[in-house]
């Protein structure tokens, strides 16, 4: 089983910026397509921002244009650079494969322990 160690979160005033990282423990290369999600207090876990394997990518409208995501196959890592931080965007990150890029509803890996994004106002 594959271990994910997310990283990069903090506390960032709103309009700042932070990059987040996600380093898997196995790899990455064969895998469909990789996730990064984030949970609200109090929300269900969310799909942010998805690549596949040939790099194509699709975001959540609330965060469409803001957001970047992309992969290092040769790290087994997968990023996502967040600019323009709005408060409403504090939350734990997550990343998992998935499944097929084309079908969102299942995750091949464990969680891991995410990382916390705080936007103050």
């Known amino acids: 089983q594959v271990q994910l160690v997310e990283s990069g979160g903090g506390l960032v005033q709103a309009g700042g910026s932070l990059r987040l990282s996600c380093a898997a423990s196995?790899?990455?290369?064969?895998?469909?397509?990789l996730g990064w999600y984030r949970r609200a207090p109090g929300t269900q876990r969310e799909l942010v921002a998805r690549?596949?394997?040939?790099?194509?990518?699709n975001y959540a409208d609330s965060v469409k244009g803001r957001f970047t995501i992309s992969r290092d196959n040769a790290k087994n890592t997968v990023y996502l650079q967040m600019n323009s931080l709005k408060p409403e965007d504090t939350a734990v990150y997550y990343c998992n494969a998935l499944r097929a890029y084309t079908d969102t509803r299942f995750t091949l890996w464990s969680w891991g322990q995410g990382t916390q994004v705080t936007v103050s106002s």
């Open positions: 690549i596949s394997s040939r790099g194509i990518t």
């Open positions: 196995g790899s990455i290369l064969s895998v469909a397509a």
